[in-house]
């Protein structure tokens, strides 16, 4: 099983950037799918994108899509939320969850069951 901290949350104003990080242990992350999902106050949790296993396809959101990226550091066993042209709607718990046997698609949204191992989430603010 797979033992999975986000760091990097705080606040930001709009139109900021942000790094968020997934650090992993007990397991390769690069053999996991990594899922990003965010929540915010009084709404459901949602996918954000996510990070197929071995390689670089990645799938986002539409709401977030061309504004953030994910990638991995297979050395530092850590997987980042890149985030760009943030804006106050991006405000919510960010969480990263990893799972060995899903595959990451184009079919972001409503798939929270599909990944076993999660991470405590940070908090990212975007407010002037």
């Known amino acids: 099983q797979l033992q999975l901290v986000e760091s990097g949350g705080g606040s930001v104003q709009p139109g900021g950037s942000r790094r968020l990080s997934c650090t992993a242990s007990?397991?390769?992350?690069?053999?996991?799918?990594i899922g990003w999902f965010r929540q915010a106050p009084g709404k459901e949790r949602e996918g954000v994108g996510c990070?197929?296993?071995?390689?670089?396809?990645?799938h986002f959101t539409d709401s977030v899509r061309g504004r953030f990226t994910i990638s991995r550091d297979s050395a530092k066993n850590t997987v980042y939320l890149q985030m760009n042209s943030l804006k106050p709607e991006d405000t919510a718990v960010y969480y990263c969850?990893?799972?060995?046997?899903?595959?990451?698609?184009?079919?972001?949204?409503?798939?929270?069951?599909?990944?076993?191992?999660w991470g405590q989430g940070t908090q990212v603010t975007v407010s002037s």
């Open positions: 969850a990893a799972d060995p046997y899903y595959m990451c698609s184009d079919k972001v949204s409503n798939t929270e069951s599909k990944y076993r191992d």
């Open positions: 990070l197929g296993a071995h390689g670089t396809t990645t």
């Open positions: 007990g397991e390769t992350v690069t053999y996991y799918t």
